[in-house]
């Protein structure tokens, strides 16, 4: 099936500092969709990105939409330690008989050291 | 935030036992979803709905079944668990195709399921 490769697929990092992480694939994408996930919570969506080139902001949050619609990035400035989690990128393949299916990363495991 | 309600939360039961996981959504989304999830990994699509009475398998192969027949409902069925079912399985909902393009799906909490 489609793949995403995520990564880095885990972070150490001190509070303050500046995080990024990517997906990319090698099939073209309509919709990039950033989610972060909690221990024992179910994914909560941070930034849903619709159209190629696109850079939307969230509070501290930065996510693009890559311009050959196969990449996303986001990025995390001044990192607090409530950012500790586990960030998905999902993306929807182009409509396949009116299927729409979410495609997901394998997650970018965040920790923050005070 | 979205109003999509998962139950139980924890289910511990033995080999062999019927099990129903319940998903409901308030939203009226006519779109809804079953992943599963190992802890730590990807999620796996198991199971879809784009409206009521109608179910789709997912890309993840799963001994479970799925019924919708309101559309704020979606629960998920093992008729026989076993312990490979042992697993988080999270429901999602998703409002349909707006001029945004494809609506972002919402999750559930999920239900963390060991089967003995």
């Known amino acids: 099936g489609q793949q995403l490769n995520q990564s880095p697929q885990s972070m150490f990092i001190q509070e303050g500092e500046d995080v990024s992480m990517n997906c990319t694939s090698s099939?073209?994408?309509?919709?990039w969709l950033w989610y972060k996930q909690d221990p024992g919570e179910g994914p909560v969506l941070l930034i849903a990105?619709?159209?190629?080139?696109e850079l939307t902001s969230n509070g501290r949050l930065t996510a693009q939409f890559g311009i050959t619609r196969k990449d996303s990035f986001l990025n995390i400035s001044a990192s607090i330690p409530s950012d500790v989690g586990i960030y998905f990128c999902?993306?929807?393949?182009?409509?396949?008989?009116?299927?729409?299916?979410?495609?997901f990363g394998k997650g970018t495991k965040l920790t923050v050291n005070p | 935030e979205a109003d999509i309600y998962q139950t139980p939360r924890y289910l511990v039961i033995g080999t062999g036992k019927k099990i129903t996981l319940e998903c409901s959504q308030t939203m009226g989304h006519d779109k809804m979803y079953w992943y599963q999830q190992d802890p730590g990994m990807e999620l796996h699509l198991i199971h879809y709905s784009y409206g009521v009475n109608s179910t789709e398998k997912g890309d993840l192969s799963s001994e479970s079944t799925v019924s919708r027949i309101r559309t704020e409902h979606f629960p998920l069925t093992l008729e026989s668990a076993r312990p490979s079912h042992t697993s988080q399985y999270l429901c999602?909902?998703?409002?349909?195709?707006?001029?945004?393009?494809?609506?972002?799906?919402?999750f559930g909490d999920g239900t963390r399921l060991s089967i003995l």
């Open positions: 999902a993306g929807t393949l182009p409509s396949q008989g009116g299927s729409e299916k979410l495609v």
């Open positions: 990105l619709y159209k190629a080139g």
């Open positions: 999602a909902s998703s409002d349909s195709q707006g001029l945004e393009g494809n609506q972002p799906q919402h």
């Open positions: 099939s073209i994408f309509n919709t």
